[in-house]
């Protein structure tokens, strides 16, 4: 503000600096003292909370809770069933992640060539991913029914044998892993949809000028210009991957973990220990870990992704 | 229906029959057509499956035939009659309501501040509601499981509810979608409601929130759904069979109906069927916040 002469489209403000700023400030505080206490009591004063569990012997049935140290976490390398779900939960990621992308884009590059019907397609494909987890779960499971299910009725007309599907202990986890595929793929097109409108036309005219045929241009300009679109897809997806709960629980629900626990994930076998055993700290422990396995692959993102927080 | 970001050479797709004037259906084109009806018929298969098995009487159900033979809404009358899904149901409107209210409003304010106001600390605010995204939910349910044992929350029926809420009352995401949201909104416009005097409550209820209301209504449909859709912590929460929400009633109900897949089917379409017309009316908005979240992250 440097003209003194108040005009129509520069409104005279107070002094700046003083009394102006200390009444934002004011103001910006009153605002945000409820959300603030909120993040505080629910968020972090609780994640704190998990870090001190971990290191008590914690049961909530019992009277004695004394401190153990790193205890928690020597056994929890020691604990066979949590390598197992570990394992698994990598597992998931590894199949669900590039599964959804590569079918997500080819789904996103055949979208881009049509034009009637467009929004149609869309918005179908789009369906599974507001269909509420639990219903879908159930769904699959009569699905892929060994002896009734319209799945194997399929492979016996094509001459194919009859499958177990969740009842097999090699075939659980990828039939499990379809399901989150099926519920992720709307959103990835979404994504890869919005990714390809943001780049310019240009580029391809001059492709086209140069005389590149569809291939070239699909590797080197649409897959390269996509790259924050799929660096955002990865790691989203599998943040969401390690979380994995509600798909596993209902897809084996008299089974907990599927057979011979191929579908155990590290958030269910957080559920069983702390909510099944009671026992807080162990479970703590595994939750810290799973932190600490976010909290690298979240730092990995902003290292390849240098976010802007301005538009 | 088309919400898509326009494409400079996109022009309204010809009326069926006639050819189009700039480009032929080509091969490629047919192609991608072709792939992408396979790939909807996949996609909407379950859906089908669940909607007709729900309609078999049970001597039908594992006869395998595509249609019944005999529809029947025996199925849908038995989840109705003999289970509370319709509480459940309820239920789950309540808690996605209240907790939808909270977060419209708090994070709309929060997100007005930090995009609005200069403030010493305002960047670390930002930063540190940002970084509780990376918090995983399993960490925190176990303190907010010993915190409500604590004060026996579940006790009484506004703290049952309270308990199953509470997490969702204020979202990190929808404070990072306000924001960015406001951030567009030109200065000059509350300076001059500041000159003639109105408060700063005023100026963000009347002036700022109607500006963003395209925001407010994808933040909405997503917290809605989000918590529609819960699963985590009201299994943990809820003890009396009386605070199921839809989900955890759902599921603990299949559970127990073990082969009767009629009433299991049935009892799904009824969870699926209001969300799939909520977003047929929303789709708009649905799509739009995935595309601005996206393309901003």
């Known amino acids: 503000m440097t003209s003194t002469a108040p005009t129509s489209t520069t ?57 153990v140290g790193i205890e928690n976490y020597e056994r929890l390398f020691a604990d066979e069933k949590f390598g197992q779900a570990l394992r698994n939960t990598a597992l998931y990621a590894v199949i669900g992640v590039p599964a959804q992308i590569a079918l997500g884009l080819v789904v996103a590059l055949m979208l881009n060539r049509i034009q009637a019907l467009r929004g149609l397609f869309r918005a179908l494909y789009f369906a ?27 492979l016996i007309w094509l001459n194919i044998p009859p499958q177990n599907f969740l009842t097999s202990p090699t075939q659980s986890l990828a039939t499990t892993a379809a399901l989150v595929v099926w519920q992720n793929l709307g959103f990835q097109i979404v994504l890869f949809l919005a990714g390809l409108a943001a780049i310019p036309r240009s580029y391809y005219e001059a492709a086209e000028i140069d005389g590149a045929n569809g291939t070239q241009t699909f590797w080197k300009i649409t897959l390269p210009l996509l790259n924050p679109t799929i660096v955002f897809s990865v790691v989203t997806g599998t943040i969401s991957y390690l979380q994995l709960f509600t798909q596993v629980v209902n897809l084996n629900f008299t089974d907990q973990g599927g057979p011979l626990g191929s579908t155990m994930t590290v958030a269910l076998y957080i559920y069983q220990i702390a909510f099944g055993r009671y026992q807080m700290g162990y479970a703590s422990a ?24 301005d538009l | 229906m088309t919400t898509h970001p326009a494409r400079p050479d ?42 007709l098995t729900s309609l078999k009487g049970f001597q039908e159900l594992f006869n395998l035939s595509f249609l019944p033979a005999a529809p029947t809404l025996d199925n849908y009358r038995q989840v109705l009659v003999e289970t509370e899904f319709i509480r459940w149901f309820g239920n789950s409107l309540l808690v996605a309501g209240v907790t939808t209210a909270s977060v419209l409003f708090f994070d709309s304010m929060v997100g007005y501040t930090l995009a609005k106001f200069d403030f010493p600390g305002k960047n670390i605010i930002f930063i540190l509601i940002l970084s509780t995204l990376m918090i995983p939910t399993e960490m925190l349910v176990i303190p907010w499981f010993v915190g409500v044992s604590d004060l026996q929350l579940t006790q009484s029926t506004p703290g049952a ?16 979608l306000m924001r960015q949201f406001f951030e567009t909104l030109p200065d000059d416009l509350l300076e001059a409601a500041r000159i003639d005097g109105m408060s700063e409550f005023g100026i963000f209820w009347r002036i700022a929130l109607p500006l963003v209301r395209p925001a407010l209504a994808s933040l909405a449909i997503f917290t809605f759904l989000g918590n529609w859709n819960a699963f985590l912590w009201p299994l943990i929460v809820i003890q009396k069979p009386e605070f199921r929400t839809l989900p955890v009633g759902t599921a603990l109900f299949n559970g127990e109906a073990g082969t009767q897949w009629g009433l299991i089917m049935a009892a799904s379409s009824l969870a699926v069927i209001p969300v799939l017309i909520v977003f047929a009316i929303f789709q708009k908005q649905i799509i739009e916040g995935i595309v601005l979240t996206g393309m901003k992250g």
Request: hydrophobic share 55%; glycine share 4%.
């Open chain 1, 11 to 67: 409104p005279p403000r107070p002094r700046r600096g003083g009394s102006m700023r200390r009444h934002q400030t004011r103001t910006a505080y009153t605002f945000l003292l409820v959300p603030l206490i909120f993040f505080l009591i629910v968020r972090f004063l609780p994640t704190l909370s998990a870090l001190r569990l971990s290191v008590f012997d914690w049961n909530i049935l019992k009277e004695q809770q004394p401190f």
């Open chain 1, 128 to 154: 599974p991913y507001v269909t509420p987890i639990v219903a879908a779960a159930w769904v699959w499971q009569w699905l892929f029914s060994p002896q009734f299910g319209p799945i194997n009725t399929f």
């Open chain 1, 286 to 309: 595994i939750t810290v870990v799973l932190f600490l396995i976010i909290l690298a692959i979240t730092l990995i993102q902003l290292r390849f992704l240098t976010r802007k927080y």
């Open chain 2, 10 to 51: 996109e022009r309204p797709a010809a009326t069926a029959g006639q050819p189009q004037p700039r480009r032929r259906v080509n091969t490629p084109t047919l192609l991608a057509y072709v792939v992408l009806s396979v790939g909807i018929v996949v996609t909407l298969f379950p859906f089908m499956w669940m909607l």
């Open chain 2, 161 to 176: 509810y309270f308990a199953i809420m509470f997490p969702g009352l204020i979202s990190a995401f929808g404070v990072f």
